[in-house]
């Protein structure tokens, strides 16, 4: 097994962890999917504010012109 391999599997086994509390929770699939979405949302506005300051201001090193920069 290589270290990409075990990195895979140590992910794996950690996503089991949410899953199972979920599924424990018996919480429908529609809430479930409308409460991930709207993680997915929060995470991915806080992304582009963090990039477009980081371009704005020159701070860090950005993702290298993710945005055209």
Known sequence: MND???DILYYM???ILP???LA????PMR???KMALAWVAIFGV???LVEV????????AGLGGFFGG
């Open 31 to 33: 809430d479930t999917f």
């Open 19 to 21: 899953i199972s509390a």
């Open 46 to 48: 806080l992304f582009v």
């Open 4 to 6: 990409r391999s075990a």
């Open 53 to 60: 300051w980081q371009q704005a201001f020159g701070v860090g």
């Open 13 to 15: 086994l950690w996503l």
């Open 24 to 27: 424990a929770r018996r919480i």
